[in-house]
C-alpha cells in the first residue's frame, strides 16, 4: 500500500482529541443491565462525556444522525453535546458498562487530521494530545471490564485519586486501542525514525545514516516523517538538540561550549545561531530566565 493510499483509508475513522492540561475529570460510572425492548435514555446536550462498554448483547446508539451497533467488547464515546438516542430497542439481553467524564478543550475530527498537521515550530512544542477513538472494539476487553468493576467497587464519594486513576487507566486503553488503525506501516516507521534519532542525537545523522540503520530510501524516510510530525528527519534531529540543550542549560552548570558539544554541535557559535533561531533567545539569556 502506498503511503497516499494509507492516508486515504484513515479518513473515515473519528477521534475525539482532549487537548491536555487539563486532564479529564471523572464523574461516575455503573453497570446497566437492559431486557428485551429496553432502550438507552434519550439525552440531550448532556453535559458530560459518556463512553459505554457492552459486556453482552448488543446496544443500538444514536448521536447527531450517526448511528451504532454495539456488541460485545465495543466501545463508544458519546460527546457532551448534542442528541444521544436509541434508535432500536434491545433485541436480547444486553449488560454494559458507562462512564461518565469531565473535559473543557476537545475536538472531534478525523483519526488522519493529527498526522496531517505540520507544526511550524517544533514537534516538541505541541501540546499533548489524548486521542479516543469515536467508536472502538477492544483486542482485550476483559482488562476494560475488570477496570470498570474496580471503578464500581469503590465507595460513592470517596476515593477520589483511586477513580482518576482508573479513569485514565480506561483512557489509556481506549487510546491505545487506535494503534493498528493509526499506526500505519508509514506512522512506524516515522516512530522508529524519531527513536534512532534520540538515540543516536549526539552523532552526525543524515537522511543516508538513516537510510542505512531502517533500510528504507532517504525520500521514503522523509515523506514518513513530514506525515507524522510535520518536519524532516534533518529537522527533527535539530530541534531534538535543541531541547536537549534546554534541559542542560536550567540542570547544570556548564559552559554554552560544553552543552554545544553535549549535544552533537561541532561549533558553539553554530549552536547558538540555531538555538535563538529556534527558541527566539540565547542560550545564555534562557538560562537566565530560569536561573538566579
Known amino acids: 500500500m502506498t503511503l497516499k493510499n494509507e492516508v486515504n483509508s484513515l479518513k473515515e475513522e473519528l477521534i475525539v482529541a482532549l487537548q491536555t492540561p487539563p486532564l479529564p475529570y471523572y464523574w461516575e460510572s455503573g453497570r446497566s443491565t437492559f431486557r428485551i425492548g429496553d432502550r438507552h435514555p434519550n439525552r440531550r446536550n448532556f453535559g458530560l462525556f459518556d463512553v459505554l462498554l457492552v459486556v453482552d448483547g448488543e446496544l443500538h446508539i444514536g448521536e447527531n444522525g450517526t448511528e451504532w451497533t454495539l456488541g460485545i467488547g465495543d466501545a463508544l464515546l458519546l460527546l457532551p453535546e448534542g442528541e444521544h438516542y436509541s434508535f432500536r430497542p434491545c433485541e436480547q439481553k444486553t449488560t454494559f458498562y458507562w462512564v461518565h467524564f469531565e473535559h473543557v478543550d476537545w475536538h472531534q475530527s478525523p483519526l488522519i487530521e493529527e498526522s496531517e498537521v505540520v507544526n511550524p515550530l517544533s514537534p516538541f512544542d505541541k501540546p499533548k494530545l489524548i486521542r479516543i477513538p469515536k467508536k ?3 483486542l482485550s476487553p476483559q482488562l476494560a471490564f475488570d477496570l470498570m468493576q474496580q ?3 469503590l465507595p460513592v464519594g470517596d476515593a477520589f485519586w483511586e477513580k482518576q486513576q482508573l479513569l485514565f487507566r480506561f483512557l489509556a486503553m481506549l487510546e491505545n486501542g487506535i494503534s493498528d488503525i493509526a499506526k500505519t506501516p508509514a506512522s512506524r516507521l516515522a516512530e522508529k525514525v524519531a527513536v534512532f534519532i534520540q538515540q543516536h542525537y549526539q552523532e552526525e545523522i543524515t537522511n543516508e ?3 542505512s540503520a531502517l ?5 521514503y524516510i522523509v515523506r514518513c516523517m513530514k506525515m507524522k510530525y510535520g518536519v524532516t528527519p534533518v529537522q527533527y534531529l535539530l530541534q531534538f538538540r535543541i531541547e536537549r540543550a534546554k534541559q542542560l542549560l536550567v540542570s ?3 559552559s554554552i561550549d560544553r552543552i554545544a558539544a553535549e549535544v552533537g554541535f561541532q561549533y558553539a557559535p553554530y549552536f547558538s545561531t540555531c538555538f535563538k533561531r529556534g527558541v527566539g533567545i540565547s542560550p545564555l539569556q534562557f538560562r537566565k530566565k ?3
Request: charged content about 10%.
Open 290 to 292: 530560569y536561573l538566579n
Open 215 to 219: 533500510h528504507f530510501h532517504p525520500s
Open 136 to 138: 472502538s472494539t477492544l
Open 252 to 254: 547544570t552548570e556548564w
Open 151 to 153: 471503578l464500581l467497587e
Open 209 to 211: 545514516t538513516l537510510s
